[in-house]
């Protein structure tokens, strides 16, 4: 099953890459738009989580919306496969980079050594592996998941390593992502707009308490980054603009901020982008979890109000030691 699996995949990989973006762009949005019908479980949550967050919508603003997103998500996902192989040269003409100015130095105010960035799954997500190719200067890294099938997994790190971007597995690369945020010239990438279990933190996110991963933060105190968020926008068929939102502070009268605090910031972040954009933000996960739904019995998300430095740390050492 697993060969018949990869040799399926590679085909379709292999179809994808070899039609023009545009046409890879559309095919995908109609395959999204058929999924809205075909997936039931995820079209629920996508109306919910919808509904939930815009309450001053009605039924019908919610129902197109959620169609508009999972087709956004179809187009994103087939042209995720297509500008993996595609060259920096190739991609110019389809994607803007906007990075602060701080990123890019002078020789009054240097660019910072280390740097973490805050990402969300918006628009073309695994456009952001392609941030050290716009930012020479600097050597790109983020974290995944392997899948469970070996072969498929494989597949994928093949697309995604062609970026240039390092990749550090959560489960087994802890010490060698460890050593890494020790270098100068780094930029970390975090995915942290997802539900993060009973270790995140209980923050506001679009008007509802939901767990927050703490990495982001914790990672920017503990190696001294400056820290940042960045969402990739969809600005036509096949076109993307990838913005850099403003430096999150991390101290605060001379004092390291909380965890708590400096993931607040991220949160409001990400939340004028969902309202920049709604359909552009990735509705089908369940973000906003019942209490101890996808958790242990028995556990409970604390809450920021009672979480210092160490106690933040703590909780979040699933993201620091075999999380990373």
Known sequence: MDALLSLIARGLVAFIQGLPLEWVARLGGAGGALVYWLDARHRRVALRNLTLCFQEKSQAEIRALARENFRRIG??????????????????????FIPPPALAGSAASPAPSRVVAAIGHFGNFELYA???????????????????????????QSLRERSGCLFFERRFDGAALRNFMHRPGVLLGLLSDQHAGRNGLCLPFLGR???????????????????????????GLARWRIEAGAEIST???????????????????????????????????????????????????????????????KSANVETQGRP
């Open 251 to 313: 101290r605060e009268n001379g004092q390291h901020r909380s965890p708590s605090a400096i993931m607040l910031d991220v949160n409001r972040a990400f939340e004028a982008a969902v309202r920049r954009d709604p359909a552009n933000w990735f509705w089908v996960h369940n973000r906003w979890k019942s209490k101890g739904q996808g958790e242990a019995a028995g556990t409970s998300i604390q809450p920021p109000a009672t979480q210092a430095l160490g106690q933040d740390i």
């Open 130 to 156: 392609r941030f050290g190719q716009f930012l020479p200067a600097f050597q790109c890294a983020t974290t995944y998941r392997g899948l469970e099938l070996p072969s498929l997994d494989q597949l994928l």
């Open 75 to 96: 187009e994103n996902f087939a042209c995720a496969v297509k500008t993996a192989a595609m060259t920096m040269e190739e991609l110019r003409p389809h994607v803007e």
């Open 209 to 235: 308490d939901c767990s927050t991963s703490p990495a982001p933060a914790i990672f920017a105190l503990r190696y001294e980054c400056s820290l940042y968020t960045g969402i990739c926008y969809r600005t």
